[in-house]
């Protein structure tokens, strides 16, 4: 003997059975919503962030601290090609300095013999 008619005891069914398929479309709803939110991210990473990357790069590349470490360098390897006699070797030093500055504007150096140096390497004058 049940105290729930066969009326209640089957709303009672119909209702948890309503409520455990709307619980499963928010389930279904927040997976979909989850892989749009990734989507979307990723369609972001891929076009204005690569974008915002791009522009940060050439801020930096146009940068006084990005000039003064490649002129410290360059200093650096001016004084190695002094003092370095082995062939090998200057011409390491010489292919390195040459790729590093592949990309500078050489007249965006301050100090006019670094500036002249590195034009004397382009140029082959210093070998």
Not at 2 to 10: H, P
Not at 43 to 63: A, D, G, L, M, P
Not at 88 to 115: G, H, P, Q
Request: aromatic letters at 8%; glycine letters at 4%; hydrophobic letters at 40%.
């Amino acid at each position: 003997m049940s105290i729930f008619t066969k009326d209640e005891l089957k709303d009672y069914k119909e209702a948890k059975r309503f409520l455990g398929f709307e619980i499963g479309k928010l389930v279904v709803w927040i997976i979909l919503i989850s892989f749009m939110i990734g989507g979307i991210s990723l369609v972001y990473k891929s076009t204005i962030k690569r974008q915002e990357i791009n522009i940060q790069r050439k801020n930096f590349e146009q940068s006084k601290s990005r000039l003064h470490g490649i002129a410290d360098d360059l200093a650096k390897y001016k004084y190695e090609l002094r003092t370095e006699e082995d062939k090998m070797a200057r011409k390491a030093i010489i292919e390195l300095i040459i790729d590093r500055t592949s990309s500078l504007n050489v007249n965006d150096l301050e100090d006019d013999s670094l500036r002249n140096f590195v034009n004397d390497i382009k140029n082959g004058r210093i070998r």
